[in-house]
């Protein structure tokens, strides 16, 4: 499986914007990139996800590197409600295995007041 | 919408007893996954169901752990008999598809406690 490094944890000023980096340096042609954050005593809740194009919903963006081997997710402003653990996750869009979500040990984010 | 509804939240058993998770998926999807989540290993795939049939259970334990589906709108995951490295939170997924592109929509877990 492709494998995805994050940093360990990151800090954020409320109200400001956040990037928080991933590297997949072995990703696929059908490696779609995931993101999903899990609150405090919570479950996982999907972010965002894209294949080659940055993409961008209501709560964050995607930037995805032209060669595909790194992508930041931005939140644009961040609010005490994002501080969590943010999951960055390849999903390959060819195989049987295309159900896996595998989770690292992500990126614990604190917001500062 | 509901979600996903998992109970009980929490659960306090002792070494031996059979223990019993529920999960009610979100109606309409026809995936359903089981995950563990430790501090030592964290989240971690137990078994996936594709429309109530269970595709992949490579990641249950041993056979100490069950699950099945009944049901479209029901699953259980069961472990006889418990023990203490089994305490963790068990989530419940469920999804439209299992395509690479669907969401995956998490139930808010059981804490299990296995003295």
């Not at chain 1, 295995?97 to 007041?113: A, D, N, R």
Request: glycine share 6%.
């Amino acid at each position: 499986d492709a494998k995805t490094t994050q940093p360990n944890s990151m800090e954020s000023n409320e109200e400001e914007p956040v990037h928080l980096p991933c590297n997949h340096s072995t990703i696929s042609g059908t490696d779609y990139i995931h993101w999903y954050r899990q609150l405090p005593s919570q479950g996982p809740e999907y972010v965002i996800h894209g294949l080659t194009s940055n993409v961008n919903n209501r709560m964050a963006s995607l930037a995805i590197a032209e060669d595909r081997k790194s992508s930041t997710l931005i939140l644009h402003r961040a609010t005490l409600r994002d501080a969590a653990v943010y999951y960055c996750i390849l999903r390959d869009a060819s195989g049987a295995g295309s159900y896996q979500l595998t989770f690292g040990k992500g990126t614990k984010l604190s917001v500062i007041p | 919408d509901a979600g996903v509804i998992q109970s009980p939240r929490h659960e306090v058993t002792e070494m031996g007893q059979e223990v019993t998770l529920r999960c009610k998926p979100i109606s309409g999807h026809n995936s359903l996954f089981w995950y563990r989540q430790t501090m030592m290993r964290g989240l971690e795939l137990l078994i996936y169901f594709n429309n109530n049939v269970p595709i992949d259970d490579s990641g249950m334990p041993e056979d100490r752990f069950s699950a099945k589906m009944p049901n479209a709108s029901f699953s259980t995951l069961k472990i006889q008999p418990s023990e203490p490295r089994d305490s963790a939170v068990y989530f419940c997924a469920s999804s439209f598809q299992a395509h690479s592109t669907d969401t995956q929509y998490f139930g808010p877990g059981t804490r299990l406690t296995v003295l």
